[in-house]
């Protein structure tokens, strides 16, 4: 019940830094003060799912590669979802989607053992 818990808590901290970032990225795109690439947007997208899965895992303090793999598979079904209504490459948004899992397993047990 507590990794339940845990991945819904990691989930609404990827939720407020996903709005978070929006908001940022949206101000400096209005103002022209920089154009973000696409590689940016996915290294933010990589370090938001790395902090929401830290975070979750250390909360839990056990089985973060567990934690980190649901809240992974979350995030990338998200994801998937997100850019197939965008009408990206499906094969793009499964390697995106791959290294999200990634990522967020490694996190998970990061977070467990720091």
């Not at 996903?18 to 973000?36: K, T």
Request: net charge positive; hydrophobic share 60%; glycine share 8%.
């Amino acid at each position: 019940m507590r990794q339940t818990y845990c991945v819904l808590l990691g989930l609404l901290l990827a939720l407020a830094l996903y709005l978070i970032m929006s908001v940022v990225f949206g101000l400096f795109g209005y103002a022209n003060w920089f154009d973000m690439s696409r590689l940016g947007y996915d290294i933010t997208h990589y370090l938001i799912v790395a902090i929401a899965t830290f975070y979750a895992a250390k909360k839990a303090a056990s089985k973060g590669w567990l934690i980190g793999a649901v809240l992974g598979l979350l995030m990338a079904a998200l994801s998937l979802l997100f850019n197939w209504s965008l009408k990206e490459l499906a094969v793009t948004t499964l390697v995106r989607s791959a290294i999200t899992l990634a990522v967020a397993t490694i996190a998970g047990a990061i977070g467990v053992n720091i």
